[in-house]
C-alpha cells in the first residue's frame, strides 16, 4: 500500500505542478483555456488536500480531516462552487435547473459565510477582551457582518 501511495503522491505533486503551472500562465495573459480560472483554483484546492491526507497516510500520522471546523469549510466551499459551475455550464434555455443550481450555490455560500462568521466571532472575542475590550469585539464583528451582507466573502 505504501508502494501505491508513494507513487500517488508523486503524480498527485506533478498534477499539482501542472495546473499551477496553467493558471499562472493564464493569468499572464500567455495560455488560453475555455475551463474557469476559478475551476482550476478549485480543482489545485481539492489536490492538495488529497495531497495533504496521502501524505499523513504514509507518515502514519492522524489525518487532518479530524479538524471539524476547517473540513467544513473547506467542503462548503467546494459544494457552492460546483452548484455554480453546474450552473455555467447549463444550456440558457434550461432556466428551471439553473435556478436549481442557483438555489443550492446560495445554500452553501450561507453555510460558507456562518462558519466565517464564527470563526471570526471567536477571534473577535479573543481580541475584544485580550486589547480592545468588548465594544472593541463588538465593533470588529459589526464589521464582519457588513462584509457579509455585500457578499465580499471568498
Not at 45 to 56: D, F, I, N, S
Not at 60 to 77: G, I, V
Request: hydrophobic residues 40%; contains cysteine; aromatic residues 10%.
Amino acid at each position: 500500500m505504501n508502494d501505491l501511495n508513494t507513487r500517488s503522491l508523486r503524480l498527485l505533486k506533478d498534477f499539482i505542478a501542472f495546473k499551477e503551472n496553467i493558471l499562472r500562465e493564464v493569468g499572464k495573459g500567455k495560455l488560453f483555456t475555455v475551463n474557469y480560472p476559478l475551476l482550476i483554483e478549485h480543482i489545485l484546492r481539492e489536490a492538495r488536500l488529497y495531497c495533504t491526507t496521502v501524505e499523513e497516510l504514509l507518515d502514519n500520522r492522524q489525518l487532518s480531516y479530524k479538524n471539524l471546523r476547517k473540513t467544513e469549510k473547506f467542503w462548503n466551499q467546494i459544494m457552492m462552487e460546483h452548484a455554480l459551475f453546474i450552473r455555467g455550464l447549463l444550456d440558457p434555455t434550461e432556466e428551471a435547473l439553473i435556478q436549481t443550481a442557483n438555489k443550492f450555490a446560495m445554500a452553501f455560500r450561507e453555510l460558507f459565510a456562518d462558519h466565517v462568521l464564527r470563526e471570526a466571532n471567536h477571534y473577535i472575542r479573543l481580541l475584544g477582551t485580550e486589547s480592545e475590550g468588548q465594544e472593541g469585539g463588538r465593533r470588529n464583528y459589526g464589521i464582519i457582518l457588513s462584509c457579509r451582507s455585500v457578499g465580499t466573502m471568498r
